[in-house]
């Protein structure tokens, strides 16, 4: 079957820099997203990674490597507001629509 | 664009009543997605349409839940009759694709209180 893994919550200090996890199994492979929310929000686009490698948005960065059926979410220069729920997503084999992770909750510390 | 637009905003209702949801998607987007999250199911996909068609209504839990989606800018998911299990928080998505790689766009969802 299809399923994704990452870590259920990461703790980082305000400045610093976090790396978040997700590693995937599919049959087939047809890219990797990654969503943030905020506690009483609604998940938000942040990335989407359809080849290996690293794409870059502002102090956001997200990489993926196909052969070992992984990739992370990296948040440089952390912010109080970046304390939220990170999901990473992929299409599913049959009908492409996304499944998703059970989400990693950031906490950030001052 | 104001975005996909979802309504009511919360809404309390008392058990073996109905409710409906209604969603409003970007203009241009072919797909249309109804999601439901709890802190114990997590993000769990009900029913999508593409083009105004459903496409695949496997998440929907059971017979009293129903989506229609009349044109390209008006979707209704329906839970009839509701239960204390259906508490949750509903989300309408919309993509120009349903693998996602221009995102999905959510909405702000509903919060829903079966009592």
Not at chain 2, 60 to 65: A, H, K, Q, S, T
Not at chain 2, 85 to 111: K, P, Q
């Amino acid at each position: 079957g299809q399923s994704l893994e990452q870590p259920s919550e990461v703790t980082a200090v305000e400045g610093a820099i976090v790396q978040i996890n997700c590693t995937y199994q599919t049959s087939g492979f047809y890219g990797l997203s990654w969503y943030q929310q905020h506690d009483g929000g609604a998940p938000t686009f942040l990335s989407y990674n359809g080849l290996d490698g690293l794409e870059e948005t502002g102090r956001f960065s997200s990489f993926l490597s196909r052969s070992d059926s992984y990739g992370y979410l990296l948040l440089q220069e952390l912010q109080m507001k970046d304390s939220a729920s990170y999901f990473c997503a992929v299409p599913m084999d049959s009908n492409y629509q996304l499944i998703w992770g059970a989400g990693t909750k950031l906490i950030i510390k001052p | 664009d104001a975005g996909v637009i979802q309504s009511p905003r919360h809404e309390v209702t008392e058990m073996g009543q109905e409710v409906t949801l209604r969603c409003k998607p970007i203009s241009g987007h072919d797909y249309l997605f109804w999601y439901r999250q709890t802190m114990m199911r997590g993000l769990e996909l009900l029913i999508y349409f593409n083009n105004n068609v459903p496409i695949d209504d496997s998440g929907m839990p059971e017979d009293r839940f129903s989506a229609k989606m009349p044109n390209a800018s008006f979707s209704t998911l329906k839970i009839q009759p509701s239960e204390p299990r259906d508490s949750a928080v509903y989300f309408c998505a919309s993509s120009l694709s349903s693998r996602g790689a221009e995102g999905y766009t959510f909405g702000s969802g509903t919060r829903l209180t079966v009592v």
